[in-house]
Every structure is written in structure tokens, then in C-alpha cells.
């Protein structure tokens, strides 16, 4: 889920377990969402995306569901591991043809369990 | 792969004085973009940049901020007068589109004494 503040949410994860992170947001005229990984020091990195006409996505290893109604994303990561311990944000880009803007969750710490 | 280069990697600067962080966006990308993001806490979008103006600013770049695209391939962003609260990771961003998902550069680490 969402917090503000420095405390982020964290997930525990046991390697090979699969891991799933949620995401809520606001704006309803959004119409493209984005998970990001982000390791210490180093800046975002783009996991997968989806646009507001559908629900699912897949990816490498990686699902993102969208569900409009309720305005939640999730991201599930199948068999966990090591490398995938990191911080996870999703965003919700908005915006115009002169440029959109990404506004980022205060993101989920994943930590992944030997 | 193409990427997004900033420098400096961590600066170090007195309250009060001006700073210049710089980025070099993907070559033929055209819509750029500043996010800091303070230790601990979520990126938070500065501005975007096309079309040699900025198109959009958040609450966050008052007049102290500026951006600038000086050339064909630096993009800049200059506080002019630092404050303790300045401190933070700066990610530069771009992207070849509107509306698709920018690519970050590792960031800056400006640390503000």
C-alpha cells in the first residue's frame, strides 16, 4: 500500500517465493502507470508499464494489473530473487503533448530472503 | 544501450551559493525533465522541458530554480541560492515522446551544509 513519510512499507519475501506489491492512486484521468525499481544510490528503473485500456500486462518474470475502479495497480514478481531486492514505486504519468510529468508513490521496500 | 549522464555525482555546496547540475539527455530525445528526490522519501517531479520551454513546473520550482538547454546536448538545472532543504538526489529524465516513460540518469547527490 501507500504511506508518506520516511517510513516506507516494506515486503519480506522468501527467494523463489512469488511477491506482490500494491499501488494506489488518485487521479482518474490518468491513463498510463509505470513500476520503477530503484536500488540504493541509483536512480529509477523502468519494470513495466500499462495504459488505462487494459488490465493486465506481463512482462519477464513480472505482472502488472490495473483495476480502474477502484484506482489500484499491483506489480507480482514470480520466484523472487536476490537481485530483486530493491524499492518499487509506481507512478502515474499525466499530462499534454508539451510534455508529461510522472508522479511517483512513496514506494514499497522489497527485501528478499536468502 | 543509450543512456542519461549527469555530473556532478555528489555535490557539495554552502548554503547561499549558486549550483549548476547537468545533465546529458538520450541524443534524440526531445521532452527532458528534473525530479529530486530528498532521502527516504518518494521522486518528486521539478519540471519538463521541449521545445526549448518549460511546459510544466511543479510547486516545488519557485524562482530560484531555472533549467536551460544550452546546447544540443547538455540540459541544466541551476539553484541560485541553496538551502539546507535543497539537499537531495536531482534525477535528470527524457524521452524520444510525450506520454511514454522517461529514461533517469543515476543522479546527482546534492548535499547542501
Known amino acids: 500500500g501507500e504511506s508518506v513519510g520516511l517510513h516506507l512499507p516494506t515486503l519480506s519475501v522468501q527467494e523463489g517465493d512469488n511477491s506482490i506489491i500494491n499501488c494506489a492512486y488518485s487521479n482518474s484521468a490518468s491513463d498510463y502507470f509505470i513500476w520503477y525499481k530503484q536500488e540504493s544510490g541509483k536512480g529509477p528503473q523502468f519494470i513495466i508499464d500499462?495504459?488505462?485500456?487494459?488490465d493486465k500486462r506481463q512482462g519477464q518474470r513480472v505482472t502488472v494489473l490495473l483495476n480502474k475502479t477502484v484506482k489500484h495497480l499491483s506489480l507480482q514478481i514470480a520466484a523472487t530473487q536476490p537481485g530483486d531486492s530493491a524499492v518499487y514505486f509506481c507512478a502515474e504519468n499525466s499530462g499534454n503533448t508539451g510534455g508529461f510529468k510522472t508522479i511517483f508513490g512513496a514506494g514499497t521496500r522489497l527485501f528478499v530472503k536468502a | 544501450e543509450p543512456e542519461v549522464t549527469q555530473t556532478p555525482s555528489h555535490q557539495v555546496t554552502q548554503m547561499g551559493q549558486e549550483v549548476i547540475l547537468r545533465c546529458v539527455p538520450i541524443?534524440?530525445?526531445?521532452?527532458f525533465y528534473w525530479y529530486r528526490q530528498i532521502l527516504g522519501q518518494k521522486v518528486e517531479f521539478l519540471v519538463s522541458f521541449y521545445n526549448n520551454e518549460i511546459s510544466e513546473k511543479s510547486e516545488i520550482f519557485d524562482d530560484q530554480f531555472s533549467v536551460e538547454r544550452p546546447d544540443g546536448s547538455n540540459f541544466t538545472l541551476k539553484i541560485r541560492s541553496t538551502k539546507l532543504e535543497d539537499s537531495a538526489m536531482y534525477f535528470c529524465?527524457?524521452?524520444?515522446?510525450?506520454?511514454?516513460?522517461?529514461?533517469f540518469g543515476p543522479g546527482t547527490r546534492l548535499t547542501v551544509t
Open positions: 529524465a527524457s524521452t524520444i515522446a510525450a506520454g511514454v516513460d522517461p529514461y
Open positions: 500499462i495504459r488505462s485500456n487494459m
Open positions: 541524443s534524440n530525445h526531445l521532452y
